[in-house]
């Protein structure tokens, strides 16, 4: 399957896309980035350098996906979405008199989002974190903490408030992790789910 790029999309030099990879209309994507097979990455996207992307992944419009971040194979990220790599933000230095550079420093901390996450419309993605496996971020939220595998996450600052499968709907929701009645989950795809002690992970006999 060959590669699709938009004409009015900007390519940097040593940019990997993978086989079957599509760039849709005035995508930026910079120098040193690699995107693997099959990848979708929706109108005015930014995709900084460096990042690396995963095989089967969708970035919808308007994604802003900045260096230090990480992305596994079958992830959906929605449009709008934002990802930050800086703890501690300035434009300048602290006389104010030159313009602090962009490369990245001793703040410039990573982000991983794990294999099958899904990340909402409009959300805000931190640093120094990770997202786990089948994950589902909701739309707007402002994520601060890193997410545990299979864990639904909402509002601001996002918290749990259930686990979900690998097929997208939840499997229990709760108020509160004191609330969370630890046992064995079923959704209705069939897969089942053990959830104690604030994780969830697939039942061997799903």
């Not at 990802?83 to 300048?92: V, Y």
């Not at 496996?133 to 259930?162: E, W």
Request: hydrophobic letters at 40%; one cysteine or more; proline letters at 5%.
């Amino acid at each position: 399957m060959p590669v699709r790029i938009h004409p009015t999309a900007i390519i940097e030099a040593d940019v990997s896309l993978g086989e079957g990879t599509s760039i849709w209309d005035h995508t930026h994507i910079r120098h040193g980035a690699t995107l693997g097979e099959q990848c979708i990455v929706g109108g005015k996207s930014y995709i900084a350098y460096d990042v690396r992307i995963g095989n089967r992944v969708k970035i919808n419009s308007n994604v802003y996906v900045c260096n230090a971040v990480t992305i596994e194979d079958g992830v959906m990220i929605s449009a709008g979405v934002i990802f930050t790599n800086d703890r501690f933000p300035r434009a300048t230095t602290p006389d104010l008199s030159e313009l602090r550079s962009s490369a990245p420093d001793e703040h410039t901390l990573p982000t991983l989002v794990q294999a099958g996450a899904t990340i909402g419309g409009g959300a805000i993605i931190g640093n120094d974190l990770s997202l786990g496996r089948f994950c589902m971020v909701g739309m707007g939220a402002v994520v601060t903490k890193s997410v545990p595998d299979f864990g639904l996450v909402i509002g601001n600052p996002a918290r749990l408030i259930g686990f979900v499968c690998r097929c997208g709907p939840p499997v229990v929701r709760f108020d509160s992790l004191d609330d969370l009645v630890q046992g064995i989950y079923l959704c209705e795809c069939g897969r089942s789910y053990i959830v104690s002690d604030g994780v969830a992970r697939e039942s061997a006999e799903t």
